[in-house]
Every structure is written in structure tokens, then in C-alpha cells.
């Protein structure tokens, strides 16, 4: 059966929801079993009769909804969160729960980030509120909020949610996942320097990869330094001295020495790559009557030549400029402009050095900073109606982007997932995720987790340390 979920966000109590159901269909039993041990995977509620019907209020608090937290996860993490999804919905019968009593849509998805559990919201109510429909698609939902890097763990994710979704199986599957030690990892064999030392069996049955032990060879004479089966031919001619410590079998290693004409020949040899390499760099003096333009340095050598330095050059040339564009319009033809008049429009005080930088206007909605510090000086958001945009902190304990925009590591008093901006059809929203140093709009601190209207000329400071904003849009 279908209720009414009706969201209600207030700047002072924060953000809620409100379902109604007729009293004769409430499930007392579980609805007592909740209220005594307060399952995690359950989002707080309160509630009250009303005129035949129980009111239920669902506090949303610390608790995230999940698609503000949507992004990339490693191989463990995403296994777990699926975990986290499912086992609820297996052993809610432990708490009297039935399993379509849950609110089934990935809308209506938290995430408590302080115990690190999926919380759903949970209609005590003997009809039921979801379907299998509903199951598979808030599954399919999820598979598109949260990613994983391993392909082919997120296609069979897939295969499994499309083909024939059954929780039970589908966990089976993640379960190799979860484990720390996958494919023998942890049972690591001991290491020895004796050679005489027997192999030690890997526990739970794992037969060791070490190479069986051979007796340890007879030390040889010290005067040999490496041994080998063969003896090779030496090309040079030994002393009587190292005669003496060679033996049958040894490898013999002669470093022939250089002698002194072998020296002077590559000597001769530098030399001449040398004067070579002067030769290619030296350019030719030009004459009196040569015309050379002023060197400038970048952007500046096309932007910033002189007017008398075009007339000199288009007087030196002796053939005639040809244009290689096309014209559009036989009648009209279109003159080649020289390549150092692409600023002849701008007035001299306009052209700009090469270290300058020029800022180009985008069109969009954004966050224009007000401040005096080196951090972003404008934050473009440009969303659909629907989407979100998500701004935190860089994490270097990750070390990958988790969020739309990531101020520095360096940065104070933000969090690493701080705000969403998200945007429906009346306009756009800004929710502060329970951020550590908090979000305020127009100098007033938003309560976690509470959607609060934003309008041209809003101010948006996160946290308290100068991030400080104005809403274009």
C-alpha cells in the first residue's frame, strides 16, 4: 500500500519526514520492538495518534542522504556498502520487521557516517509500503550513484541486479570482497636465510611454493671468484701473478686498460662535437640595411608589435602577400590581416603582458569569492534539475577526488565532504552535510542535513575560516 511521504525542512529543527497510516493497520508488534532496541538500520522516529490515523516523524539528524555521497569506492568499500544495503532487508525478521515495510527508493537512502550503517525509513504498517519492483529498482539506482574502478566487479553487479536479483546470492557473490585476505593473501610463508632449513607449511592447508631444500654446495678455494661449467678463452695474455690464482672452471673478467693514444683520440673527439654544436647554434649578423624586429618574449611577440614594425615589414617584403582562405563572398573579398595585428582592436592600454592572466566570463550559476586569500575565486555549478554538486576537501588519505569540487588539503575548517548544492524546479538548494565547522547562509549556521532555498546575492560561508561566497545565478 502506498502512504504519503511528506519532507519538511525547517531552519531551527532541521530537516524530517512525516508519514500517516490508519491505526488498523499498524503492526504494534514491531512497532514495540523498534522503539525498545533501536536498530541501527533504522532512521529515529516519533510517533502520535491523530484523528484515526498514526502520524510517524522521522528525524533525518547526522544521517546523509546517500546520493550526496555517490562517487567512486574501492573494491572493499563498495562490497560493504552493498552489505550494508541488503542485510537489513534478510534479517529484519529478527526485530519482527517485514521486509516491503521499508521504504524501497534510493531517494530515501542514509547514510550514518559516525556508525557507518545504511539507514532506512521504516513504515510499521501490516500492508507494507515496497514491492520487488521497488527492490530492483533502488538496487539499480545505487549501482549508478556508487562506483567501483574494477570493471568487471561492477558488471557482475549488474548481471546479477538485471538477470535474477536475489539478496542471498547477491552477497554470496561480494563476499570474496569483504575479506582482508583474498586468494591465500595473509598466510605469507616464513623467510629464512639457511639454506638447510626445511620449507614451513602455510596454514589451512596451503601447500608452500618454496623450492625444495638442496644440500648446500662445498665452498670452493678463495682464490676463485665466480664459478661456471666451462672454462672460457681469455683474449688477453695473464700475468704470473694471476696465473697463480686461477683455477680450472673459473670466469675470467679482464678489463683491458686504455693507453694513452686511446686518450688523446677521444679527446679529439670532444672536441670536434664541440665546435660543432657552437657552429649550429651562431646565427648570421645581419647587414645595416637588414630590418631585425625587437625580441619579445610569449604571447607577447604576436600581441605587442609596434605599428611602425608592421609598416617595415610589409615594406621589406618584396612578393605579395596571397590569401590562402577562400572568401565567402566573391564580391566582397577578404583581406589577410598580418599575424602581429590580432590586437589592433584594443587600445594600447589594453594589451595585456604575457604574465597577466585574462579571466573569461562563463555563463552559469556559481559561487563568486568576497574575500582577500589565495583560495578559489569562483566556484562554477552548473547542474540539471535533479542533480547535486557536491563541494568538500581534498582527502590525501584517499588520494582521489570524492566530491564535484575539492578546495586544498590545506584548507581550513573544511571538511572533506561539507556541502551539496543541489537543484529541482524551483530552484537551487544548499544542504550542509554535518560538516565539523559547520555552514552558514547569510551569516546564519544551517542545521545538518536540511535543504535551505538560495538566491542571487546569498552569502555562503563554509565553514569559519574565510571561505566565504556570494551565489550568482
Not at 526485530?95 to 515495510?101: C, E, T, V
Not at 575539492?406 to 537551487?428: L, M, N, P, Q, W
Amino acid at each position: 500500500m502506498k502512504y504519503k511521504i511528506e519532507s519538511k525542512s525547517d531552519i531551527i529543527t532541521g530537516a524530517s519526514l512525516i508519514v500517516k497510516i490508519p491505526e488498523e493497520d499498524l503492526d504494534t508488534k514491531s512497532l514495540n520492538t523498534i522503539l525498545a532496541e533501536k536498530p541501527e538500520f533504522s532512521l529515529p522516529f516519533r510517533h502520535k495518534s491523530i484523528d484515526g490515523n498514526v502520524e510517524f516523524t522521522y528525524q533525518i539528524g547526522v544521517q546523509n542522504k546517500l546520493r550526496y555521497l555517490s562517487g567512486s569506492r574501492t573494491p572493499r568499500e563498495y562490497a560493504e556498502l552493498w552489505a550494508s544495503i541488503l542485510t537489513p532487508l534478510i534479517n529484519c525478521g529478527d526485530w519482527f520487521m517485514k521486509p516491503y515495510s521499508f521504504v524501497l527508493s534510493a531517494e530515501h537512502l542514509y547514510f550514518d557516517r559516525n556508525k557507518k550503517a545504511i539507514c532506512f525509513v521504516y513504515i510499521p504498517s501490516k500492508k507494507g509500503y515496497s514491492n520487488f519492483d521497488m527492490l530492483r529498482e533502488m538496487a539499480v539506482e545505487v549501482s549508478r550513484m556508487i562506483t567501483v574502478p574494477d570493471a568487471n566487479l561492477e558488471n557482475r553487479v549488474l548481471r546479477a541486479i538485471m538477470k535474477d536479483f536475489n539478496p542471498d546470492d547477491f552477497l554470496q557473490m561480494l563476499k570474496p570482497y569483504m575479506s582482508t585476505s583474498q586468494s591465500g593473501m595473509g598466510h605469507e610463508n616464513h623467510q629464512t636465510n639457511n639454506p638447510n632449513e626445511a620449507p614451513i607449511i602455510a596454514p589451512s592447508g596451503l601447500q608452500s611454493h618454496k623450492a625444495p631444500v638442496i644440500a648446500a654446495p662445498e665452498p670452493q678455494s678463495h682464490k676463485a671468484s665466480i664459478t661456471a661449467a666451462s672454462e672460457p678463452k681469455s683474449t688477453y695474455p695473464l700475468t704470473e701473478q694471476e696465473s697463480d690464482y686461477i683455477t680450472p672452471g673459473d670466469i675470467i673478467i679482464n678489463i683491458p686498460t686504455e693507453t694513452a693514444s686511446g686518450k688523446k683520440e677521444k679527446e679529439k673527439k670532444k672536441t670536434k662535437e664541440k665546435r660543432s654544436a657552437k657552429k649550429e647554434k651562431t646565427v648570421p649578423k645581419a647587414s645595416k640595411h637588414d630590418y631585425m624586429p625587437k625580441q619579445r618574449k610569449g604571447l607577447s611577440a604576436l600581441f605587442c608589435m609596434k605599428k611602425s614594425d608592421c609598416d617595415v615589414e610589409a615594406a621589406t617584403s618584396s612578393q605579395p602577400v596571397q590569401n590562402k582562405v577562400q572568401p565567402t563572398d566573391p564580391a566582397q573579398p577578404l583581406a589577410l590581416m598580418p599575424i602581429n595585428s590580432a590586437a589592433s582592436h584594443l587600445a594600447p592600454e589594453e594589451v595585456r603582458d604575457d604574465t597577466q592572466s585574462i579571466s573569461t566570463s562563463i555563463a552559469g550559476a556559481g559561487l563568486k569569492y568576497i574575500g582577500y586569500s589565495d583560495l578559489p575565486q569562483k566556484i562554477e555549478v552548473r547542474i540539471a534539475a535533479g542533480e547535486v554538486f557536491t563541494i568538500g576537501r581534498f582527502d590525501s588519505a584517499v588520494g582521489r577526488q570524492q566530491s564535484s569540487f575539492e578546495f586544498e588539503k590545506k584548507t581550513k575548517a573544511i571538511s572533506r565532504r561539507h556541502a551539496v548544492i543541489e537543484r529541482d524546479e524551483d530552484g537551487f538548494k544548499i544542504v550542509d552535510l554535518a560538516s565539523s565547522a559547520g555552514t552558514y547562509l547569510n551569516g546564519q549556521k544551517l542545521p545538518p542535513n536540511t535543504p535551505c532555498e538560495i538566491e542571487t546575492g546569498s552569502r555562503i560561508s563554509f565553514g569559519n575560516a574565510g571561505a566565504d561566497y556570494i551565489w550568482e545565478s
